[in-house]
T-cell receptor, first 115, second 110 residues
Framework: IAGITQAPTSQILAAGRRMTLRCTQDMRHNAMYWYRQDLGLGLRLIHYSNTAGTTGKGEVPDGYSVSRANTDDFPLTLASAVPSQTSVYFC??????????????FGSGTRLTVV | EDQVTQSPEALRLQEGESSSLNCSYTVSGLRGLFWYRQDPGKGPEFLFTLYSAGEEKEKERLKATLTKKESFLHITAPKPEDSATYLCAVRGAAGNKLTFGGGTRVLVKP
């Protein structure tokens, strides 16, 4: 089934530890995104990639890094986790081009708790 | 900076009781307004894209409309399975990123 796969589904992480959230899509979408969703704050963009080899910062990038070595994979790394990074993380992709308007396809999310 | 505000935050409906959700937005050069449905524990699921004022789209009991400043999601004769959080988002002229509103949680009681 075409779509986005995120792993892990959930994780409890000790503060200060490093962690990578994985995201893989099989739709050959060129653009990919990482959002975090918090109660009362909605979905906020962390980082994005318009195409393989390029990345950009979103609204809340501090403490996170991404890479886009190929079209399918877009991992999100927390270098040293802090409790404020407790959230649900969603990866999304779109077949986006300049001037085109396409919606996103979302993964099922990773629920991360930093203690 | 693009901004999206959704109201109400929560809506409790009886089955069959029609209602509307509001999405107010400010954006530089609207390139699309999107509606998503999100069920608990799942990622948002795409419903509609609207591109210009006056446009309308329908899917089963849902109808989305768009003006220059806001969009409405009308739910006609809702059923309990329509219970979900409905998210509105806009794409502006600067890039492919979507800016989301806080969502409206809809609960339809039988």
């Amino acid at each position: 089934i075409a779509g986005i796969t995120q792993a892990p589904t959930s994780q409890i992480l000790a503060a200060g530890r490093r962690m990578t959230l994985r995201c893989t899509q099989d739709m050959r979408h060129n653009a990919m995104y990482w959002y975090r969703q918090d109660l009362g704050l909605g979905l906020r963009l962390i980082h994005y990639s318009n195409t393989a080899g390029t990345t950009g910062k979103g609204e809340v990038p501090d403490g996170y890094s991404v890479s886009r070595a190929n079209t399918d994979d877009f991992p999100l790394t927390l270098a040293s986790a802090v409790p404020s990074q407790t959230s649900v993380y969603f990866c999304a992709s779109s077949a986006a081009f300049q001037g085109a308007n396409y919606g996103y396809t979302f993964g099922s999310g990773t629920r991360l708790t930093v203690v | 900076e693009d901004q999206v505000t959704q109201s109400p935050e929560a809506l409790r409906l009886q089955e069959g009781e029609s209602s509307s959700l509001n999405c107010s937005y400010t954006v530089s050069g609207l390139r699309g307004l999107f509606w998503y449905r999100q069920d608990p524990g799942k990622g948002p699921e795409f419903l509609f894209t609207l591109y210009s004022a006056g446009e309308e789209k329908e899917k089963e009991r849902l109808k989305a409309t768009l003006t220059k400043k806001e969009s409405f999601l009308h739910i006609t004769a809702p059923k309990p399975e329509d219970s979900a959080t409905y998210l509105c988002a806009v794409r502006g002229a600067a890039g492919n990123k979507l800016t989301f509103g806080g969502g409206t949680r809809v609960l339809v009681k039988p």
